[in-house]
């Protein structure tokens, strides 16, 4: 068994943003109870034994931590590489120089359009212009950027001013991730599912940039697991190679593995390194001899390891169960039934729920084709 190689810290769930396909747990009152400082620099030092290299500070919002300066030193004077994921309100210049001075590495930011108005309605507050000014203070200190675009129904038409956009703010690495139905997402399924029409002409928007862009710009396009053949190698395998410590300590093979009825593992009980090795959950889906036929007869068991146990668990409710995005699961018409319904022109439109609002009312606009971006 392989030591893991990186650490999500979820250091607060606390967001400043409404995001409505937010992957944060809906049970946000259950993580208030945040690790102390200490006990954040413990479980630090605790992954670098293990073998950890990277530390990825995530949320929430990260800044809203007052200790992260300090989290960040702690990190750098071990050795490991830090990539702060950040919505970026509240990276002012004086606290982005204090995180430069501290060792951090990467900053990666969240973008939500490419328009002034549909981002800030996107991200439920006025946070377009903080965004763009925030990346252009990342590039003007020296740290390499990376954007990173959750792509949904509201906003895949977008996508060619998205990658325009990256283009002009000089970030290194943008990554146009399509929505994962967990948390906030899975409630909002019907509002975010994208249409193949969409897809499709999303796919010839990102073939034509890359051949424009070449190399000075890395783009990372992953379409959604529904439109897929076969799974995603969720994590490269169930607790395989990297982990993720929630707010309150407790830790996951996956970031959104605290939806399954398993057996908590949680850093104030426990080490790292005993919940990494010993745990029950870490081992629960740990390889392939938990697989259930056609995965376990399948020549691809290793490639994509039964795929998604969040997935499988959502739409089936039990997390042994192969992907119902393989299209040799025998749930895949779970799947298909979504999929169908996203194609639909005659589906009905509602609201969405928000981490902090009850419902908001997205406003129905048409399917358009993007313009597409041209060699020149």
């Not at 203070?137 to 895949?156: D, E, K, M, S």
């Amino acid at each position: 068994m392989d030591s893991p190689y990186g650490l999500l810290a979820e250091l607060t769930y606390a967001c400043p943003l409404q995001c409505a396909y937010c992957s944060n747990p809906l049970e946000l009152e259950k993580y208030r109870d945040e690790l102390t400082t200490q006990e954040w620099q413990r479980v630090i030092t605790e992954a670098a034994e293990l073998g950890v290299l990277q530390l990825h500070l995530s949320g929430g919002e990260p800044l809203q931590r007052r200790d992260i300066v300090e989290l960040v030193r702690t990190a750098s004077e071990l050795g490991l590489y830090t990539n702060l994921i950040t919505s970026a309100l509240g990276l002012s210049e004086r606290r982005a120089e204090q995180l430069r001075e501290a060792g951090l590495d990467h900053v990666q930011i969240s973008i939500q359009a490419d328009e002034e108005q549909l981002s800030d309605r996107i991200a439920g507050i006025r946070s377009f212009d903080r965004k763009r000014e925030a990346a252009r203070l990342v590039r003007r200190l020296g740290w390499p950027i990376t954007l990173n675009v959750v792509l949904h129904r509201q906003n895949l038409d977008h996508i060619a001013g998205i990658l325009a956009m990256a283009e002009e703010i000089g970030a290194d690495r943008i990554e146009l991730a399509n929505t994962q139905y967990y948390g906030w997402a899975g409630l909002n399924r019907s509002e975010l599912m994208p249409s193949r029409e969409q897809l499709s002409n999303a796919e010839t928007v990102v073939r034509e940039a890359r051949e424009r862009i070449g190399d000075r710009m890395e783009i990372i396009y992953v379409i959604p697991d529904y439109y897929s053949q076969y799974p995603k190698p969720c994590m490269d395998g169930w607790a395989s190679r990297q982990f993720t410590v929630t707010p309150n300590g407790d830790a996951l093979p996956c970031p959104a593995a605290q939806s399954l009825p398993l057996p908590r593992a949680n850093v104030r009980d426990h080490s790292v390194a005993w919940i990494w090795q010993d745990s029950a959950l870490f081992n629960q889906y740990r390889g392939t001899d938990w697989m259930p036929d056609p995965c376990r007869s399948c020549e691809r068991k290793e490639l994509d390891f039964g795929g998604c146990r969040c997935q499988a668990f959502a739409l089936t409710g039990d997390a042994g169960r192969t992907d119902p995005v393989c299209h040799l699961s025998p749930d895949h018409h779970l799947v298909e039934s979504a999929v169908a319904e996203a194609n639909d022109p005659a589906r009905p439109r509602g609201g969405v729920l928000t981490p902090r609002t009850r419902s908001v009312r997205l406003q129905p606009r048409p399917v358009t084709v993007p313009t597409p971006t041209t060699v020149d």
